[in-house]
């Protein structure tokens, strides 16, 4: 894991493209994940992919944009 990665607590396959969890999110935009999970029940920003029956992944991509991260900034 990149040291800045690791400060902010994205783990290494969120930074490959696996996703963002809705804690890894959550620590991006310096909210709680329970605000991350109600940001997504009534529509406001990125929208989570479910991948299985109780797991979700956000698009790092369109996380970042809507934080108004740079892609280089978050993974360098």
Known sequence: MSNESAEIGI???AMEGVG???REF????????DTVKRWARVGIGPQPHKIGPRLVRY?????LEYLNISPAGASA
């Open 20 to 22: 963002l969890t809705r």
């Open 11 to 13: 783990s290494e396959n």
């Open 26 to 33: 959550a620590k991006l935009a310096r909210v709680h994940p």
């Open 59 to 63: 698009d790092r991509g369109e996380v």
